[in-house]
Structure formats: structure tokens, C-alpha cells
């Protein structure tokens, strides 16, 4: 088939491609943004890098280093030398002192040194949790005190390990300086006990370990990854995340029924209005004007009426959607159902068809597959008026998740729920798309969807199959 | 070698063509227009599409109508149909004055007017079901109609697997399925390729022979008015008006080998003269002779 015909250009004016190339571009159409976005994301030259904290430290200089630094947090790189640096130079200082021998001042109380030890041991919690070594969510049930000292003592006894060489950390997880300064800090604890007893703890300060951390490119917080959209969209969508009551999919249902229901009562007011002006010129006349006016007012304009008249919660934003969107139904429908083709309204009167039979038979029947794709459009309008409408009053819907996230400069929380609402729409819409042809068989087809072209590449693959066997 | 040959006078008519008028002028008068005149309100002011109009169409004759583009001949049959009003003057049906638009006047139009959502089968049934006739019996007769414009197979298409032809032939089954009085057709053809014409022609004559109905044909092209009417109505122009009524004096029934007989081309060469076609005709006579 076709195996001798010369290749078509891709490039040629008022022709359509073939289903093939077509189907290549709409997927190239997709894959392109998400590559530009991809490529923008991991690229180091637009970011730059930083350091996420993996072991975390506090230095003696609180004038510079001020925040409290824990395990996740980010640092840029310059910042991230600096506070290294600060750390090896806080060992030495304490090296320095160490070698003073016995009249060493080391600036604080026994008690001071060793809870200043405990600290130390509980950074090193990531390294320990990251290798399976200690289960940090027992601390759910447990009291603090106990849950602590289980965690001193899963240290403790790691650090004994290190020392000795015994352990067996995954690598990466520990530097060969950070091992060294455990080394040296071993030395000093098991000097009084072996194993971790709160009560016979080194009580003069040991070894700071080096801070560590994945190096990373720094984006901007609102230019999330695609792994971490997709990791954060998941989370979310299965509520394994800390999103609590703002639970997408619960909130999904409301935004929907609040697109769908607006819609609704939107078809129901506007489709016979619709119907009635563009029959008869009477309605069209009586009609149109207003509308075509009030469509210039904008519908959010309305929303503080709207609250007051309908109350905070979903009432005020359908009113909202069908205030939105009935406008436009009414004229776009209107001009839709005088587009009948008069031949057939004459053809129709001469077979003996009066007034009645005219809209029932003609009419109606003649703009349906018009009516059909105007009502898609209109749906698609609807979905642009929820996120307004679900401000309104009480937020709720998805729109409260990305009110509230996006504000605490959540992105990776946002962004998935605009992806969310822009997939329900379009996936809709292509359904929809995909029935008109089931539906209205006799009406001219518009151009393909990517549905519709994945429908027709299943429907082919299942017809080759049936074909061979 | 070519030469001009002498036409004999349209008006001569052989005496079965003379008898065949006689009798069709004795049949009662299905359709009378008596001065009809139509004025349309344009921004411009006032067009006179039609001025005058009077005509008489008999029971089962075949009647066209030819003019000029733009000479009224859509506005006519249009108020016939009682899709238009006249402005002065009056129409009859059966002597009965018309007031819009009815199953008695079946209309066939130049562009496809299918109802695109219905089958040919729901397509014909459309104007018995309308009448409020029993569904099986609506579909008993769509069939049979059907039938005789030769579509039987495609009674469950849609219009749009049809050709042009096809689609022409069901709505003629679909206006003569009402059994009207007169059936209307504004260049029904028009829209068609040279050899479908030709077919189409063939089937409408069949049709005509077998069915009693009245024809009201309007057309553009000269050779489908003289092959098809008992009479030609040449419709002048601005404003529209009756010219000449033009009794056809080729005998029926009617073939396609009469398009060269002396009889066609004399009408043919009238109608001709009168609508301006300013082109001279030259016949190649060797032709015409070696048909003998
Ligand atoms: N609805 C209308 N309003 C105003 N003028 C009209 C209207 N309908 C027809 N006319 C005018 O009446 C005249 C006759 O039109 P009509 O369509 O009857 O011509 P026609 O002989 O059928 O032409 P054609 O051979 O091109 O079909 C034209 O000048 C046209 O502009
Ligand atoms: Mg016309």
C-alpha cells in the first residue's frame, strides 16, 4: 500500500497530513512543553546549586549562622562551604583545647558538655534512619524521654561500631572525615562507658560531625520538578501526604459538582430561552440585547452580592458558573439554531410540516450536533469560572488547596492541582469529542483529538487483529 | 463541408403533436396564476421581481420554466410552493386560492435538502408522517416510492453516503410520496454532471409516464426544456414576465435521439433568440444527414 509513492511533503499549504503524521505531531504537541519544562527544571545553568542538609550541625557563631539548621534544609553552595568550614573550625578550637590537658576551659558545665554530646548523637539520626538502623516513627507512641534515650543508644552503639569498624553504612551516607571525627569522638566516650547510659555520659564536649548534603539544582520555588510534581501529585492524590483535611480527592468531587451542577442549571435556563430567540425573531428580538449586554458585566463582579444573596458555601459559587456561563449559552445557541439550513425549513413546509413539527422535527434535530459541540465549549467556559467561584464565601474545592499552599509557597502542592482541573477538562472534552461522531454519524467531523486519534488506533489494531484470525 | 440548414417554424406542429395539445388543453386547470406580481423591499429601494404573471398548467402536463439568471423564475415557483407571497395577483390551486405552503405542492430544490439525520427511508417518510398517517403504512409507501426511483438498496443510507443523483431521485420520491397536485422542481438538476443530467432526465420522464402528477420544471439549460415540457414558459427579465408560452411540438415519447430532429432544434434556435444567447449555433448538417 502506497509503498512506491513519493514521500509527501510535511510542509505544504492547505493540506491535511496523514493520520500518521498527524498523531506523531499531536503527541510531539505534549511531549514538547514537558521537555522544555523538563529541561529548564534539571538544568543547573539557570539555577545554580545547593546543598540539602543530610547531616545537620549547629556552629558557635549564632551571629552568622543563625537559623536552626536541620536535616532537608537547603543552602546554597557558598553558604553551604561557609558552614562547613565553621564547623572544622569549632573541632579545632576543641582540639586546641584537648591539648591544653587539664586546666582547659572548655566554656561550659559538665552538664552544659553533656547535653551538648546528646545533641550531637541525635544528628545523627538521618544517617541512622536512612540506613535502617533506627525506626523514627515509634515516636508517634512512645513518650519523648524514652523515645530519646532509644535513640541515643542507637547511636551510641552505631559510633561503637564505626570506631571499630564493624558497621555497615551505605555509601554516601557518612564521609571519611565525618568516620575520623567519630573515631576520635569514640575514644572519648568509651573512655566512660561502652555501651549509652544517660548517667555515665562524657561529660566534656565532644566532635561536631561535618555538616553533609545532596547537591541539588536550585530551583525557584515555584518551578518544582517534574519528578517532584508527579511524586507530590501522587502523595496528594492518595492522601499519603500532610495536606490533612484539604484532601484532593474529596475536594476534587466538590469542584466538580460545583462545575457540572453550575453548568446544568445553566442548559436548564438557557437552552429553551436559546431555542425560543433563535426560532422566532419575537424572543430573539426580546432577548439578545439584554443578554449581549450583561455578558460585558463579568460574573465575579457579582461575587459579594452573590454571597450575601446565597450564603457562603456552594450556592453562591454555581450561581457564579451559571452566571458565567449562561450569557453566552443564550447567544451562542441562539445563533447556532438560526444556522438551519432554510432549504430544509422550506423543504419541510412543503412535505406539510407546520410550526410544531417544524421545531420538533427540523429544528431541533437539524442543530443538535451543533448544539452538542456549542455545550462542550460552554462546559469548557464553565470550568475557567471554578476557581474564581470557589474564592467566593467559604473557600473550598481544589481552589482552597491552591489558595492555602500557594501561599505558604507550596508549589509542588499547586501545581498538581492545576494539572488536576486541566486534564479533567480537557480528557472531557475529547470524550465528548470522540461521542459526537458515534452520536452524529451524518455530521461533518472536526478535526481529531488526541482521544479521538488513540480511539481510531485501538479501533484499527482491533479490526488487523480480528482481520487474522 | 458544413452548411447552414433552413429550420422549419417552431409553431409547426404534426398533427399527433396538434391532437396532444387539444387534449391537453380539455383537462381541467390545476394551477392558475392570474397577474401575479411580487415587489421585494430592499435597502436600495424597491426590486419588481415579477410583474404580470399569468399562467394556466394543466392536469398532468409537464411545464418549464427558462429566463435569464435573476429573471424571477425561483420567485415564482417560490410563491407557488407558498413559500413566497405575491404582491398583487393571485394563484389557484384546483380553483382554490393558496395561503402558504402544503403537502398538495411537492418541491424538488437545486441544492440537497435531505434531512441529513434521517435515513432515505425516514427521508421519504417524513411528509406521510407529518399527515398523520399510521407508521406501518407510512413505511409500506416510502418503500414502494423508493422502489420506483430505484433506490431500494440504500433505503437505510444516510444522504450523506449518496451521490448527488441519489440524493435528487429520493427527494423527488420524497415529494411525490405526499401524492401532491403538482410537483415544483427549481433546477433540480442544476447541481449535476453532464451524464447524470442525462439519466436523471430519463427518470424523470419515467416517472411522469407511470405516475399522474403534475410538472412545474424550472431550468437554466435549453436542451433539458425542450426534451422534457409540453410547454416552455420563457420568463423575461426586470421585471420578471411571461414572454412567449412555447408549445414543444416534438412528439412523446420522448428520446434522446430527438435532440437533433428538426422540431427540437427549431424550438431550441427560439428559445434561444429569446434569451440573448448571443453565441451563433452552426449545425454540422453531415451529421444530421448521415442519421437520416
Ligand atoms: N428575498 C428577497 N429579497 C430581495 N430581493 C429578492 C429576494 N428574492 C429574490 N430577490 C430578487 O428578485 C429577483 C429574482 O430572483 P430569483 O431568485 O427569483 O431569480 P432566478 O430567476 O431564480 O435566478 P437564478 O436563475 O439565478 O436562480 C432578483 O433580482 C433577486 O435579487
Ligand atoms: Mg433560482
Known sequence: ?469 | MSQIIDLPDYKEQSPEVASYFKDLKNRSKVLEVNRAGRVFASPKGEIEALKDVSLDVYQREFMTVIGQSGCGKSTLIRILAGLETTTSGNVLLDGEQITGPGSDRGMVFQGYTLFPWLTVKKNVMFGLQVSGKAMAECEKDALQWIDLVGLKKFANAYPHELSGGMKQRVAIARALANRPRILLMDEPFGALDAQTRAQMQAYLLEIWHHIDVTILFITHDLEEAVYLSDRILVLGANPGHVQEIIEVPVERPRRPEQFITAEFLATKKRLENLIHVSAPEHIDTSKMLGMG
Open chain 1, 1 to 469: 500500500m502506497g509503498s512506491h509513492q513519493p514521500p509527501q511533503p510535511w510542509f505544504r499549504v492547505g493540506t491535511l497530513l496523514s493520520e500518521k503524521r498527524s498523531g506523531v505531531l499531536m503527541i510531539c504537541s505534549f511531549l514538547l512543553p514537558i521537555l522544555i519544562y523538563s529541561f529548564v527544571a534539571y538544568c543547573p545553568i539557570f539555577w545554580g546549586h545547593a546543598y540539602e542538609l543530610t547531616i545537620a550541625a549547629r556552629p558557635d557563631d549564632k551571629v552568622e549562622f543563625g537559623a536552626t539548621y536541620t536535616q532537608g534544609f537547603s543552602m546554597e553552595e557558598d553558604e553551604f562551604t561557609r558552614f562547613q568550614k565553621a564547623i572544622r573550625d569549632d573541632n579545632e578550637k576543641l582540639t586546641a583545647l584537648y591539648q591544653q590537658g587539664d586546666e582547659a576551659d572548655f566554656g561550659m558545665s559538665p552538664r552544659a558538655a553533656r547535653s551538648h554530646n546528646k545533641r550531637l548523637l541525635r544528628e545523627f539520626e538521618p544517617v541512622l534512619s536512612r540506613n535502617g538502623l533506627f525506626d523514627i516513627s515509634v515516636k508517634e507512641e512512645m513518650e519523648t524521654k524514652p523515645y530519646y534515650q532509644l535513640l541515643y543508644g542507637a547511636a551510641y552503639d552505631t559510633w561503637g561500631e564505626i570506631a571499630t569498624g564493624k558497621e555497615q553504612l551505605q555509601k554516601g551516607s557518612l564521609s571519611e572525615e565525618n568516620r575520623e571525627i567519630i573515631k576520635k569522638n569514640w575514644a572519648l566516650l568509651s573512655s566512660v562507658s561502652e555501651t549509652y547510659d544517660s548517667g555515665k555520659l562524657y561529660s566534656k564536649p565532644i566532635y561536631k560531625l561535618i555538616p553533609q548534603g545532596n547537591k541539588q539544582v536550585a530551583r525557584a520555588s515555584w518551578f518544582p520538578a517534574p519528578h517532584q510534581i508527579i511524586r507530590r501529585g501522587w502523595e496528594d492524590l492518595t492522601g499519603k501526604s500532610e495536606l490533612g483535611d484539604l484532601n484532593v480527592p474529596t475536594r476534587y468531587l466538590q469542584s466538580l459538582k460545583i462545575v457540572f451542577f453550575g453548568f446544568f442549571v445553566a442548559c436548564l435556563i438557557g437552552l429553551p430561552l436559546a431555542l425560543l430567540a433563535g426560532t422566532f425573531s419575537f424572543f430573539s428580538r426580546l432577548i439578545e440585547p439584554f443578554t449581549d449586554f450583561f455578558r460585558y458585566m463579568p460574573a465575579p463582579a457579582f461575587s459579594t452580592i452573590l454571597v450575601v444573596i446565597f450564603d457562603i458555601y456552594d450556592q453562591p459559587k454555581i450561581a457564579l458558573v451559571v452566571l458565567g456561563t449562561l450569557p453566552h449559552l443564550i447567544l451562542m445557541v441562539a445563533n447556532t439554531t438560526r444556522m438551519v439550513d432554510q432549504p430544509l425549513l422550506d423543504a419541510a413546509q412543503t412535505l406539510g410540516a407546520r410550526r410544531g413539527t417544524l421545531i420538533s422535527k427540523v429544528i431541533v434535530p437539524g442543530i443538535l450536533p451543533h448544539l452538542y459541540n456549542d455545550l462542550r465549549i460552554l462546559l469548557g467556559w464553565a470550568w475557567t469560572w471554578l476557581v474564581i467561584a470557589e474564592l467566593i464565601g467559604a473557600k473550598s474545592g481544589l481552589t482552597e488547596i491552591i489558595d492555602t499552599q500557594g501561599r505558604r509557597f507550596h508549589f509542588d502542592h499547586v501545581y498538581p492541582v492545576i494539572l488536576l482541573i486541566g486534564i479533567t477538562g480537557f480528557v472531557t472534552d475529547q470524550i465528548l469529542a470522540s461521542f459526537r461522531t458515534v452520536l452524529f454519524p451524518y455530521a461533518a467531523s472536526e478535526k481529531k483529538g488526541i482521544l479521538s486519534f488513540a480511539f481510531a488506533m485501538v479501533h484499527k489494531l482491533f479490526k488487523s487483529k480480528k482481520a487474522t484470525s
